[in-house]
């Protein structure tokens, strides 16, 4: 039976040199991509500490080690491929090689999908970020009042340095500082007719305020910042609609934080994304190069052409007589049936391969 | 008796001629990087010159950029004259201004180690530059709507967040100005004339501070204004609240930063200057080897090399003799053109 082969090229012994040198390029350029990703996901986990408190669920905190391990093994593996393409022109060193050629080009497969699996997660994690930041921020105003309750005493200073930092005040907006409480009962004077009357004006017996904290407040402003008694204009004079936007923040920072990270987010799946690439034409050079060479190897002439492929039979088959493989590994036979042990055949002194 | 003789041969000049060459590289990079140091410096001045009133000096980091250059022209020069040297027959073209470009280099030499000097000085005049820039920057915090000004506020705001400083030496410099514009205050309001008519120049001034001067690590939402009265707000001591506002002085807080820049710009240039000196030994050691060869026409014989052809103190006296020789020199031509002159 004919077998189909996937993607068969013949290669002179220029051609396979070339291919040598290529191929050394190529892997000197991962090289550098792994250690790219290595910095990126550093990086990434700087930036991801810093504000990880306000995150409900964490699932963004599993991104940069993906990513520094990945440029680690790119590292490693595309290394190891600069000594293979290095020494595979040559026959007599190929088959040192021999043995670890198919493993190798095994192992970059599996890696190869692994980054493309990490690439597109890069890409799909924001969608669970925005609700994790919701919750968080939520949690975190609701505690900004907490400076004395031990686990929560930060919760002050890291969202007023948010807010400083990113520009922006409130989950969605200013005003919702204006629906809990951000003053701590411990600075109320609890005897006076005043914060008496605000504690009961609503049904939580919270002291509420038309206000929000200094964080909130814009330098771009020409005012001196307005921060109290938001809503009164009788009380500020000129304080009119153009000041109010000025005045404070507009932006949200659960917009602001969701921008900041998918930005971040979307610059490392293009960075991976571009990595992939050069590892795929890295496989399928590798690939290439180990058929080539073995294929030399059978025909005995160093300077004769030969052929290279991706897959000796089509897709199919290959998946067969691998699933093949694998079922027979887990089988238990007795000594002279067992189709993984090669027997020598009484008649020729052949190995026989069932 | 010449100065720390080493004898030569041929393998060691070449070994010589290389290692010098290898260090005049480096010597290059450094030359680059006083340049970049320079520029950088010079471009963190120009990002705060509002503060500094645009009154402040640029004569480091011109200085700096200069030098650079020069420095890396000089070791360019002096790797290739290096890398000749290994060649006697480009060597020769080299050889009449080697004793110049020594004497030059040595000069420059002295130079870059008074530019360190500048470095570490530059801090005193910088003081007062900031002292002065700031207190005009706290006068003109109101004006948002003068044009040339009106860029004031928001550069004074971000500075005391992200110096975590208020004010020119304290705090309470921000209650001796007027930093709430005019056009916000209500002239009908009795409250606002009272505090008017409380002082000589008719200013609006209060015991309250500017929202960026607020430290995000108190633990109680911050207190701005009426900072002094303890009965305005509950449970309220201001001796002895530490947290609430930055304790630091601007001034201060701009002066260690751009002198700790200065320090260690200063430190670095101390190191090139070193190397630089490195450099020319090598090169002097490269020059007297090569022209004191035991058979000139023999590029394998042995020779000598040395820092000084005689010792420093006979150096020195060659030095002023020569100098007075060449005082003398021009003092008989005068002379002689004196008693020429009325002869003919």
Redesign the interface.
């Known amino acids: 039976m004919a077998s189909v082969m996937v993607g068969r090229l013949t290669f002179t012994k220029a051609e396979r040199e070339k291919l040598a040198e290529v191929l050394w390029l190529l892997n000197w350029i991962s090289v550098v991509s792994g250690l790219v990703l290595v910095v990126l996901g550093l990086f990434l986990r700087v930036e991801v500490q810093r504000w990880v408190e306000l995150m409900e669920e964490q699932a963004i905190l599993y991104v940069p080690p993906m990513l520094i391990s990945t440029g680690l093994a790119a590292c490693v593996i595309n290394f190891l491929g600069v000594r293979l393409s290095l020494d595979c022109t040559d026959l007599n060193r190929f088959l040192r090689w021999k043995l670890l050629l198919l493993p190798y080009v095994c192992s970059t497969f599996c890696f190869t999908s692994c980054i493309l699996v990490g690439a597109l997660t890069c890409f799909s994690i924001h969608s669970t970020l925005e609700d994790s930041l919701f919750v968080g921020l939520r949690d975190a105003m609701r505690s900004y009042k907490d400076?004395?309750t031990p686990g929560r005493?930060l919760m002050?200073?890291n969202l007023?340095?948010l807010q400083?930092h990113m520009h922006c005040c409130g989950n969605t907006d200013h005003r919702d500082w204006t629906r809990i409480q951000?003053?701590?009962t411990?600075?109320?004077?609890l005897s006076?007719r005043a914060v008496r009357e605000r504690l009961r004006s609503n049904v939580a017996g919270q002291y509420l305020m038309d206000g929000a904290?200094?964080?909130c407040?814009s330098?771009?402003s020409?005012?001196?910042?307005i921060?109290n008694q938001l809503t009164n204009r009788l009380v500020?004079?000129?304080?009119d609609r153009v000041g109010q936007q000025q005045n404070l923040w507009s932006r949200g920072c659960r917009l602001a934080l969701m921008e900041h990270y998918t930005g971040l987010l979307r610059s490392t799946g293009l960075t991976v994304l571009l990595v992939w690439v050069f590892e795929l034409l890295v496989l399928t050079g590798v690939r290439y190069l180990q058929t080539a060479m073995e294929n030399l190897l059978l025909l005995g002439d160093p300077e004769s052409e030969s052929d290279g492929w991706i897959l000796e039979n089509s897709l199919a088959q290959t998946a067969r007589s691998n699933l093949g493989i694998i079922k027979n590994l887990g089988k238990c036979y007795q000594v002279e049936v067992d189709p993984n042990i090669n027997t020598i055949s009484k008649k020729n002194n052949l190995p026989i391969d069932r | 008796m010449a100065l720390m003789v080493v004898k030569f041969d041929l393998k060691k000049r070449v070994k010589l001629a290389q290692t010098v060459w290898f260090m005049y590289w480096f010597a290059v990079m450094a030359g680059v990087l006083v340049f970049s140091m320079g520029l950088f410096f010079k471009i963190e001045l120009r990002k705060r010159s509002e503060l500094m009133d645009n009154n402040e000096s640029h004569f480091l980091p011109n200085l700096l950029i200069f030098m650079g250059l020069i420095t890396c022209g000089i070791n360019a020069f002096g790797g290739k004259i290096c890398y000749d040297s290994l060649d006697p027959t480009k060597f020769v073209k080299w050889k009449p201004m080697l004793k110049t470009f020594l004497v030059f280099c040595m000069v420059f030499n002295a130079l870059l180690l008074l530019t360190a000097l500048v470095c570490f000085l530059m801090r005193i005049p910088l003081q007062f530059t900031l002292a002065e820039g700031l207190r005009n920057g706290m006068r003109y915090y109101k004006d948002t709507d003068t044009p040339g000004r009106c860029y004031m506020k928001r550069t004074l705001d971000l500075m005391q967040m992200e110096f975590r400083c208020c004010g020119n030496e304290h705090y309470r410099d921000w209650f001796e100005v007027q930093w709430v514009s005019n056009r916000y205050l209500d002239f009908s309001a009795k409250e606002v004339k009272d505090r008017i008519g409380s002082n000589v120049d008719g200013q609006y001034l209060m015991d309250g501070v500017p929202f960026s001067c607020c430290n995000p690590s108190s633990p109680r939402p911050c207190i701005q204004y009426q900072m002094t009265n303890n009965t305005a707000h509950y449970s309220y001591d201001h001796y002895t609240e530490e947290l609430n506002v930055w304790k630091r002085g601007c001034s201060d807080a701009l002066l260690s930063y751009y002198g700790g820049m200065m320090n260690t710009i200063g430190a670095l240039v101390v190191l090139v200057t070193m190397l630089e000196v490195a450099v020319t030994v090598g090169l002097q050691y490269v020059d007297s080897s090569l022209s004191t060869l035991a058979n000139p026409e023999d590029p394998e014989s042995e020779s000598e090399g040395w820092i000084l052809e005689k010792t420093v103190k006979e150096t020195f006296t060659d030095i002023i003799a020569k100098m007075k020789a060449m005082g003398k020199g021009s003092k008989v031509e005068e002379g002689g053109e004196a008693a020429a002159a009325p002869s003919s």
Do not use: A
């Open positions: 400076t004395d005493c002050k200073k007023d340095l400083l951000w003053v701590s411990r600075y109320l004077d006076s904290p200094f964080s407040c330098p771009l020409p005012w001196p910042c921060q500020h004079l000129g304080f």
